[in-house]
């Protein structure tokens, strides 16, 4: 009996074509009073998420009230370090540790605010 090899066997079928990418709808911001009189635009769905998961948010309300909580925060790590600091040579480490650490902490104290603030005025509209 002769050394013989089998047949190649037949490998799996190529991989069908990637569908190429659909074109993503941007608008860029409208220049002011381009709105409409009633005040903002309407948010398109894509707006929406962005606001609600992240991204870029289009709402200056929002905006100043992420401003003031991050502020004030700050503020208040700061405080609470020039507070508990034994000594001038501590102070400066201190301050800016608890400051982050106060910036960080009112920065998801925001969000919560933010959410609060939109469900309260969406219960007031129905």
Known sequence: MPDQTPPPRPGPPPPP??????????????????????????????????????????????NLIQLACVAVGTILGAGVAWFFARGPSEYTGMLLIDAVIGMVASLAISGLVIGIIRGKRAMGRK
């Open 17 to 62: 074509m990637p569908m190429p990418p659909q074109p993503l709808t941007y608008h860029a911001p409208m220049p002011p009073g381009a709105f409409p009189p009633g005040g903002m635009p309407p948010l398109d769905p894509a707006q929406r998420v962005f606001d609600t998961v992240g991204g870029p948010n289009l709402r200056v309300r929002d």
